[in-house]
Structures are given as structure tokens and as C-alpha cells.
């Protein structure tokens, strides 16, 4: 499987500090860069596919100062973990979900992608070739992240000449300082994150950087993260900075649908039909803040987040706290499938965990 690492290690530039797996303290893994042994890397040009890749030491990637993705944000991203469970299995959750929304991402910003088959290969690859990087079971996740990039030359606003497929990996826990405990949001009413005919159900890495300004703010002011609106009324829950919303009133589920502004999230498709086979209504509509801040629950859900409660929302003054994670509530019984079905306690009926070893 390694014979196509490329294995010169004076190939790793000076200037990337490679961990050590012996060093890690795996109790205190959080949400962060630690460099790993090896990336993926996959070049092709405008109007071709992608063929061969092959796996090179970790390191920095050279581009020109006109590369399409520096000057014009030509890129998408994706985020998967590569699990290690206690039966000895290293196992995935749902990539071809990430390869298809990967494709999807890359015809809306005109770029060429790698098929289901050659990207779910690839995030093997790089998973096993970092197999020491895996957390134990129960202590965290292997973070896998590909990126597509407009990598080739272009002055004028148009598609680049020349494209990478590029996955690394890092170890993480928890997305939150919080840990797994709940989360006070922040509802945001001056900044928007997507607008109606844009990119915000794209996970295009030009989708993040506008929310750093909004999300320091609301952190600097003691909350988690922020929740916005939808940018046409300002009246309708959205998403959080680095994740989906659910919010539950009785006995059902409801979250904003996917048509333009929302991401499409694996967590949040996998919850919704978890919650389906539990008896729970799941309504994908639109969430009038009105009902956010008369609601029973809230929850986020993302890969790198998990599936993490809300314990309260603040908007424009007013604190709202919810029920939180006893373990009578919707979230943590959601959560205990969703961790179940991924560390192999409950049965995958749906074909949803891909072995990697
Ligand atoms: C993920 O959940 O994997 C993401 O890509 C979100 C990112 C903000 C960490």
C-alpha cells in the first residue's frame, strides 16, 4: 500500500515541526494542527481528470503568487475522521457523502474533481500511510482534510489552468473549548454568512474567513460561537460559524433546509435519519427565531463539532437557556446512536462505516 510514498524525509522542509505519536498525550488531544507523517497529492490540468496520485512526506506546498486559490478563493475543503474502536478496526463514516459533496462543490466553482471511488481511495491512503496517528479508541479522532485547489496561474476572474487534490491528517478531540459541554451562542444580526444565489451551501473555503471577525467578537464577549440568520428578513435561524442547528419543540426535530444557504452536512443528514428511526418528525424548514428561543432543546451537529448541545442563545439581549445533556434529552440520545453506530456497539444497518485496514 506504501510502495508509492515518495520516501525521501529530507524531502520535509525545515520549517514543519513533524510530531511525535510517542509524544502525544492522547487525554489532551484538542481541536489543532499537529503535522503528520504523510499528505496526498494529486495534480491534474484544466479539462482532464485526475489519475494518479501518491502519498509524500507532510510538508509545504510550493504555488505560484497568481495560483487561482490565492487571488480568487478557487477552492473547496471537506473534514473526515478516521476512527480507531475497541473491536481494533480503524474505520470512516460515510465518505462517499464527502466525495459526492466534494463534486458537487467543485462543478458549482468550475473546477475538475476526483471520482467517489479514487477520493474514498485517497482518504485511505492517508488514513493507514498516518495509521500511528490515530487516537485510541474513545480518546479522539484522526481529522482527515482534502482540498481542492485552483493551483495553476490566472490574472483575469476565470478557472485555473491547473488543479490539486491535496489530503492531510491531524489527531483532534473536541471542536470546542467546551469539550462535549454545552454551548452558549451568540444569535448574530449584524454579520450574514450566506446569501440567497451564493455559495453558502458550498463548502468552499471561501465560506470561512468572513466568520472569524463575527466569531472573535461573540468569544470575546464570553459566547461559543455565533448562530446567524438567513441575510434576505433576518429572521430565520441559519447555521453556526462550524456547524449545523436542530432545534426540538415535543416530539419533533426541525432544522433549516439545504436549499442555497445551508451546508449540507454528513452529521446533520445522519441525525436526521437517526432521529427518523427513533419515531422522531423531522421537519427540514424555516426556523423563525421566535421558535429557537421557545424551543425544548437546541443541538449543533458538524464532523469536526460532533453532535453537541445548546444550553442557551442570546439574542439581541435576551439569554434563553435550554435542557441540557441529561440523558433523557433528544441530543444525547441521538448522540449515543450516532457514537454507537461509529464505534461499532450498535450495528450498521445502513452501510454507513467503511473499514480502512
Ligand atoms: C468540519 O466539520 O469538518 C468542518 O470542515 C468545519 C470546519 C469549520 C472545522
Not at 487561482?68 to 473526515?80: C, W
Not at 458550498?202 to 470561512?208: E, L, P, R
Not at 458538524?302 to 439574542?315: D, E, F, I, K, M
Request: include cysteine.
Amino acid at each position: 500500500m506504501l510502495s508509492n510514498i515518495v520516501s525521501s524525509m529530507a524531502a520535509i522542509p525545515s520549517s514543519v515541526s513533524s510530531g511525535c505519536s510517542q509524544e502525544i498525550d492522547w487525554n489532551n488531544l484538542r481541536f489543532g494542527l499537529t503535522t503528520t507523517d504523510y499528505m496526498y497529492v494529486m495534480k491534474c490540468s484544466k479539462d482532464e481528470e485526475f489519475t494518479e496520485g501518491q502519498l509524500i512526506p507532510y510538508g509545504n506546498i510550493e504555488l505560484s503568487p497568481a495560483a487561482a486559490v490565492l487571488n480568487y478563493g478557487q477552492g473547496v475543503l471537506e473534514g473526515m475522521k478516521a476512527l480507531q474502536r475497541e473491536d481494533g478496526k480503524f474505520v470512516l463514516f460515510r465518505p462517499v457523502e464527502n466525495a459526492l459533496r466534494m463534486k458537487t462543490g467543485a462543478e458549482r466553482m468550475c473546477m475538475p474533481s476526483p471520482s467517489v471511488d479514487h477520493f474514498i481511495d485517497a482518504v485511505k491512503q492517508t488514513a493507514l500511510a498516518n495509521k500511528r496517528w490515530i487516537p485510541p479508541p474513545g480518546k479522539g479522532s484522526l481529522y482527515i482534510r482534502p482540498l481542492l485547489l485552483g493551483t495553476g496561474p490566472t490574472l483575469d476572474v476565470s478557472p485555473a489552468p491547473e488543479y490539486t487534490f491535496l489530503i492531510y491528517a491531524t489527531p483532534v478531540r473536541n471542536y470546542f473549548q467546551e469539550g462535549s459541554a454545552a454551548l452558549n451562542l451568540y444569535v448574530e444580526d449584524q454579520f450574514d454568512r450566506a446569501s440567497r444565489g451564493g455559495a453558502g451551501d458550498v463548502k468552499s473555503i471561501t465560506n470561512y474567513a468572513p466568520g472569524m471577525k463575527p466569531k472573535i467578537s461573540a468569544k470575546n464577549r464570553g459566547f461559543s460561537d455565533v448562530l446567524y440568520l438567513d441575510s434576505v428578513s433576518g429572521k430565520f435561524v441559519e447555521e453556526v460559524s462550524s456547524c449545523n442547528i436542530f432545534i426540538v419543540k415535543d416530539k419533533t426535530l426541525l432544522t433549516p433546509p439545504t436549499k442555497g444557504t445551508i451546508l449540507p452536512g454528513v452529521t446533520r443528514k445522519s441525525i436526521i435519519e437517526i432521529a427518523q428511526d427513533h419515531g422522531f418528525k423531522v421537519e427540514e424548514r424555516q426556523i423563525a427565531v421566535e421558535e429557537l428561543l421557545e424551543a425544548d432543546e437546541a443541538f449543533c451537529t458538524g464532523t469536526a463539532v460532533g453532535v453537541v448541545p445548546v444550553g442557551s442563545v442570546t439574542y439581541q439581549g435576551k439569554r434563553v437557556e435550554y435542557r441540557i445533556s441529561d440523558t433523557k434529552s433528544v441530543c444525547s440520545m441521538l448522540l449515543s446512536t450516532y457514537i454507537g453506530i461509529q464505534n461499532g456497539q450498535i450495528e450498521d444497518k445502513k452501510g454507513w462505516i467503511v473499514e480502512i485496514s
